[in-house]
């Protein structure tokens, strides 16, 4: 079965688009446009589409609303295909509510495409904030795996449960917390042993993709850095245990695997305190396409990708080479760039589907 692509899309009163059909191509899309005229709007109307949410935190359909329609309603419609079969898809979306259709027909379902979105600030965030880290690691791992994403879900319940337990202190709550906290152990062990196998995965691919986009050879590998890292079962809940008094003072628990850090290392360094800026983006870049690549590996097809910006900090033989590897690539992808010597390279491709935007109007 070929892979399933976007081939159409209109959207109405999103953002400053204009409401034009707009067709793409199964391989590479590029999006063209000076700052500020709609390229990351039409890349944020797609995920929007697939993902029925934004990639931007916190937003409501008040932010999405072009600010001067007349009727407050969003209409995004779209055509996907992996040339064998046609799919419509279309979604309206007003400030209460929104409402999906596959085929004309009312659905819940979202589209079967998997998205990853790749933005420029990411490898900032990723290398300076260990929350973002820890998000992504949980985010991108419960992607491909259902088995963590369920045990994540238990382990976050059990926490707040005990967490409640520790601030409210209810009648009985030493042994309620006992109770919880071999589940606890428990949930631990198998959140640790997922964690270790995907970033083992996500090793082979890495050095590949660095090879490979970047034509240089180094070491890459996120290493986890958990409390719990090599503990038994038996080992957590003591330790658990252990620190409850301290606990119950300050009311949540302090030690555990909702705490575990992530370590970039490049050629074994820690790649924050080591690498300039450019060898940053282009590690983290290698990282999500070696995430790409275990993706395909785990579900026999890609995931659509949308870039948004990255040619900052790369210099010309750096993108030369990503689009490269992009143009090699059997995936959708839609690369925005506002960068005059990136978009020469890009409009070399003669296959790839040049995409104008200014001021909302697309051509
Ligand atoms: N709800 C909205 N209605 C109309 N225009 C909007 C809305 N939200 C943002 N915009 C406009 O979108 C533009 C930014 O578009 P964006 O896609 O981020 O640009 P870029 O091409 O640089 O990626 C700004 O000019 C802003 O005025
Ligand atoms: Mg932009």
Not at 41 to 57: D, G, T
Not at 62 to 79: A, F, G, K
Not at 228 to 256: C, M, P, V, W, Y
Not at 340 to 349: A, G, M, P, Q
Request: hydrophobic fraction near 35%; charged fraction near 25%; charge should be neutral.
């Amino acid at each position: 079965m070929h892979q399933l692509y976007l081939s159409k899309l209109q959207v109405t009163n999103f953002r400053n688009l204009q409401s034009s059909i707009i067709s793409f191509n199964s391989g590479i899309n590029c999006i063209f446009g000076d700052n500020g005229n709609g390229k990351t709007n039409l890349l944020e109307a797609i995920y929007y589409l697939v993902q029925h949410k934004s990639f931007r935190k916190n937003t409501s359909f008040q932010q999405l609303i072009n600010v001067e329609c007349e009727n407050p309603e969003i209409i995004l419609s779209s055509v996907f295909t992996n040339n064998e079969e046609i799919v419509s898809y279309n979604g309206r979306l007003n400030n209460l509510k929104s409402e999906w259709f596959k085929n004309n027909e009312p659905t819940k379902k979202k589209v079967e495409l998997k998205q990853i979105f790749i933005n420029p600030f990411d490898s900032f965030a990723f290398h300076t904030t260990s929350s973002f880290r820890r998000n992504w690691v949980d985010t991108h791992l419960s992607f491909i795996s259902k088995e963590y994403k369920q045990i994540l879900n238990k382990y976050n319940s059990a926490l707040r449960f005990r967490n409640n337990l520790l601030s409210k202190k209810p009648n009985d709550y030493r042994n309620q917390i006992a109770v919880i906290d071999k589940q606890i152990a428990e949930y631990s062990c198998i959140i640790i042993k997922h964690k270790k196998s995907f970033l083992n995965e996500l090793k082979e691919y890495c050095e590949l993709t660095f090879k490979i986009i970047f034509d240089e050879v180094h070491s890459l590998e996120l290493e986890l850095d958990s409390i719990f890292l090599n503990s038994t079962e038996e080992e957590i809940e003591l330790h658990l245990q252990s620190t409850l008094e301290k606990d119950l003072i300050i009311g949540h628990t302090r030690a555990g695997v909702h705490r575990d850090d992530y370590i970039f290392r490049f050629d074994g360094y820690n790649s924050f305190e080591y690498c300039s800026l450019g060898q940053q983006k282009m590690s983290f870049l290698s990282l999500i396409f070696a995430y790409i690549e275990l993706f395909r590996y785990k579900f026999k097809t890609y995931p659509m990708v949308l870039i948004d910006d990255v040619s900052g900090e790369l210099d010309g033989r750096r993108w030369k080479n990503l689009i490269n590897y992009l143009e090699a690539k059997k995936f959708q992808v839609l690369i925005t760039t506002a960068n005059d010597n990136f978009k020469k390279e890009l409009e070399k491709i003669e296959e790839a589907k040049k995409i104008f935007i200014e001021d909302g109007n697309i051509s």
